[in-house]
């Protein structure tokens, strides 16, 4: 059973995860898909609970996202899940489909049309409300090195927390 609760009751324990990885999920269609995650930010922008994250250019994610305006951010809490965040993390719904091939669920959104996973401890569900491609120009030329070198730069996505929910 899901109850929902304030968007930050348990933000600490969702960044502290997120390093570890969350799933982001998105729907177009027919077509849904996870990815694994571990760059993200939660907070208030324009008065309103946002959830950033950070999609490179090359993620079938990416594709997904441009197609439509709603996203999840599901977290398991309890270390489990650590192989699936792994094989949704190097295999692309481009070319199989997760829910099929690993042991993760997709159930319903109950505000947006993205899924969550089943399996997972706490979800977010997001309403895209601004989206910025990142401007190499007026970036760090550290960060730049260490994670552009092959200039897939990352779009972020800031999604308006419309619900959030603990198993
Ligand atoms: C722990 C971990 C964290 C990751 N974090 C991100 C991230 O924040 N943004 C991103 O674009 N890719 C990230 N990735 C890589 C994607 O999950 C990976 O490229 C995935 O295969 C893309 O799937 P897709 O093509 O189905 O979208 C991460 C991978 C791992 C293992």
Redesign the pocket.
Known sequence: MLNEIAFNTLSKEALEQLS??AF?SVKHGDQE????????TIGVIWGKPIFV????Y?????D?MEQTNDFTVSFPLNGQLKKE??L???????DQD?FKEYDITAVPGKNVESPMIEECDLHYECKVVYKQAMEPATLDQGIKDKSYSNKDY?IMYYGEIVGCYKK
Request: charged content about 20%; aromatic content about 10%; overall charge positive.
């Open positions: 570890k990885g982001l898909n996870t990815m694994t995650i571990g760059w993200g994250v950070a999609v490179r090359s993620r079938y994610t990416y997904l965040l792994g949704c993390g190097k295999t692309s719904g481009r997760k990352h």
